[in-house]
C-alpha cells in the first residue's frame, strides 16, 4: 500500500496586479499555513519520502515551508506539467515514483487537486487552500497507478480546523485538529 498526500498550495497573494498567474507568492496567512501543515505531517507521523510541487511560485514556497516544517531530508522534485496540467499530469508525476518511496507529498492546485481525489477515491471534497488530503492506495508500485486506482480518503485537514491552544515555549505553540475523526 501507498499513502498518497495532496496538499492544495497556501494563500496566495494578489498584491502585485503585474504578477503572472504562476509567480504569484503567498501572502503572510499562506506562509503560516503551510508551516502548520508542515507541523501536522510530522506529527502524524507521516513525513513523506518525497515531495513533488508544481514550479508556481505559490507552489514552490508552499512546498519549501512544509519540507521545512516536517524536517523533510530529501529534495523537492519540481514539475512544471502539475500548473494547468490536469488530473493525467498528477497521475503521470506520481507513476514515475521509485518503488521504495512509501509516502508521496504532491503540492498543487485546484481544480485538478479536488478532480484527482474523486477519481482516486469516488469522494467530492471541497479543499480550500492549504488543504491536505491523506488518501491510502492498493497499490505496491506507484508505476502502476492509474485512474481505477480506487483508494481510501483516510483524512483531509484544513487549515481553519487546526486550533492554536496556546504557548507551550516562547518558540513553540500547541495546535489541536478539530473533528478529528478518520473517514
Not at 503585474?18 to 499562506?30: E, N, T, V
Not at 496540467?85 to 481544480?111: C, E, Q, S
Not at 487552500?129 to 497499490?139: D, E, S
Not at 506507484?142 to 496556546?166: A, M, N, Q, Y
Amino acid at each position: 500500500m501507498k499513502t498518497l498526500l495532496l496538499l492544495r498550495h497556501a494563500k496566495s497573494s494578489w498584491k502585485d496586479k503585474d504578477a503572472s498567474d504562476h509567480d504569484r507568492p503567498l501572502k503572510k496567512r499562506g506562509k503560516r499555513n503551510a508551516a502548520l501543515m508542515g507541523w501536522l505531517l510530522q506529527k502524524e507521523d507521516l513525513v513523506p519520502d518525497i515531495i513533488v510541487s508544481s514550479t508556481a511560485v505559490r507552489a514552490r514556497d508552499t512546498a519549501a515551508r512544509v519540507a521545512k516544517s516536517c524536517c523533510y531530508k530529501g529534495q523537492i522534485t519540481y514539475a512544471d506539467s502539475l500548473y494547468l496540467g490536469g488530473t493525467g499530469a498528477y497521475l503521470d508525476a506520481l507513476r514515475i515514483l521509485a518503488k521504495d518511496f512509501k509516502i508521496a507529498l504532491v503540492v498543487g492546485h485546484n481544480p485538478d487537486i479536488e478532480e484527482l481525489v474523486i477519481m482516486l477515491t469516488e469522494n467530492e471534497e471541497r479543499l480550500p487552500t492549504a488543504a491536505l488530503t491523506r488518501i491510502n492506495l492498493p497499490i505496491g508500485d506507484w508505476s502502476t497507478l492509474s485512474s481505477k486506482s480506487k483508494g481510501r480518503l483516510v483524512r483531509i485537514w484544513k487549515p481553519k480546523e487546526l486550533v492554536d491552544i496556546g504557548a507551550s515555549s516562547k518558540r513553540s505553540r500547541v495546535w489541536v485538529a478539530l473533528n478529528s475523526t478518520e473517514k
